[in-house]
């Protein structure tokens, strides 16, 4: 079955970086787009990044263009989001995709002083 397992979520200051990690399984991982969306306490789900099954195109929300870097290692089934420059608006439950219907449990991002 489909599994998406996120990580590498946590506490950081305003200015920091994180990486998070979506190891995936029980499927073809590389035949697929991948994203990355967030949730904010009292706020929508809302996508964040989005790339295709072998990486050559991406797309970003504005709120994250020039921040944020998707990308994924197909022969590890994986798909990152680098996160620069956090603000404490990014603070958000984020959650893997692999579109257009399965969901990863999410990992919390908090940023702040």
């Known amino acids: 079955q489909v599994q998406l397992v996120e990580s590498g979520g946590g506490l950081v200051q305003p200015g920091g970086s994180l990486r998070l990690s979506c190891a995936a399984s029980?499927?073809?991982?590389?035949?697929?787009?991948m994203s990355w969306y967030r949730q904010a306490p009292g706020k929508e789900r809302e996508l964040v990044a989005r790339?295709?099954?072998?990486?050559?195109?991406?797309n970003y929300a504005d709120s994250v263009k020039g921040r944020f870097t998707i990308s994924r290692d197909n022969a590890k089934t994986t798909v990152y989001l680098q996160m620069n420059s956090l603000k404490p608006e990014d603070t958000a439950v984020y959650y893997c995709?692999?579109?257009?219907?399965?969901w990863g449990q999410g990992t919390q991002v908090t940023v702040s002083s």
């Open positions: 029980g499927f073809t991982f590389s035949s697929y787009y």
């Open positions: 790339i295709s099954p072998l990486g050559g195109n991406t």
């Open positions: 995709k692999r579109e257009p219907n399965y």
